[in-house]
């Protein structure tokens, strides 16, 4: 009886120098952030197979806790909240934590205890200090991405007013006249096909020259009708 109360004493002891020992040593995890971070935190089976164990977040002085596993028979006991996974495995005398999907609010002080209320309880490895950095590769990115962008010049209010002129070719100029108005002010009487055929000109000269030898070979003709009628008609 005096021995087994002795060995308990010794246990007893081991375990709160060990506790002491913990709260003044940490064990510092840098990871990225989107990865994982996996703590495996062993304990006495003999005397805590059944017990319920607790990941927890220190803020300041106070724990936080984040999950907390079931009382078990011996048996896995398994639990997931959130981001926090913990696995009890009884027969290896061991606890898996891990937090996934880390971010860089998640940087902090972390410990896996026994829940023994109304006891303290009693942390089972040394602190982690968990530093989650920003990803390089997402700076890099939005960098090439603004780094892509093309830069526009400013609109100012003179640009905004001035009205946007377009050279123009002769070959675009329109006429404002029709096609019988210019055939009509035109000097030589030029007459235009709007089909595309061959144009006609006629000059006020030609058309004299077209009269004058019209009337001379009319009166030519007279001259000689009256000849002929006198001879036949002569003493």
């Known amino acids: 009886m005096r021995r087994t109360r002795l060995w308990g004493l010794l246990w007893t002891s081991f375990f709160l120098e060990l506790q002491d020992v913990a709260k003044s040593m940490e064990i510092e995890e840098e990871r990225i952030e989107g990865q994982t971070l996996q703590v495996n935190c062993p304990f006495n089976v003999r005397m805590y197979h059944s017990s319920q ?5 220190l803020v300041g002085d106070k724990p936080l806790t984040l999950a907390r596993t079931e009382k078990s028979s011996g048996q896995t006991n398994e639990v997931r909240v959130g981001r926090y996974f913990l696995e009890d495995i009884p027969s290896e005398g061991l606890l898996v934590v891990q937090m996934t999907d880390l971010r860089q609010e998640d940087s902090g002080l972390y410990q896996c205890v026994i829940y023994q209320p109304p006891r303290e309880p009693l942390v089972l490895h040394y602190p982690i200090r968990l530093v989650v950095k920003k ?3 997402s700076d890099s990115n939005i960098t090439d991405n603004m780094a892509e962008r093309p830069t526009l010049s400013p609109i100012t209010t003179q640009d905004r007013d001035k009205p946007k ?6 070959s675009t100029v329109t006429q404002p006249w029709s096609t019988s108005t210019a055939i009509l002010s035109t000097p030589d009487l030029r007459v235009n096909s709007t089909h595309g055929t061959d144009v006609i000109r006629i000059s006020p000269i030609t058309i004299i020259t077209i009269v004058v030898c019209g009337i001379l070979t009319k009166s030519l003709v007279f001259t000689v009708l009256l000849v002929v009628t006198q001879r036949s008609f002569g003493p």
């Open 53 to 57: 164990k607790e990941w927890q977040k």
């Open 135 to 137: 990803d390089p590769a």
């Open 165 to 170: 002129t377009r050279p123009i070719s002769p």
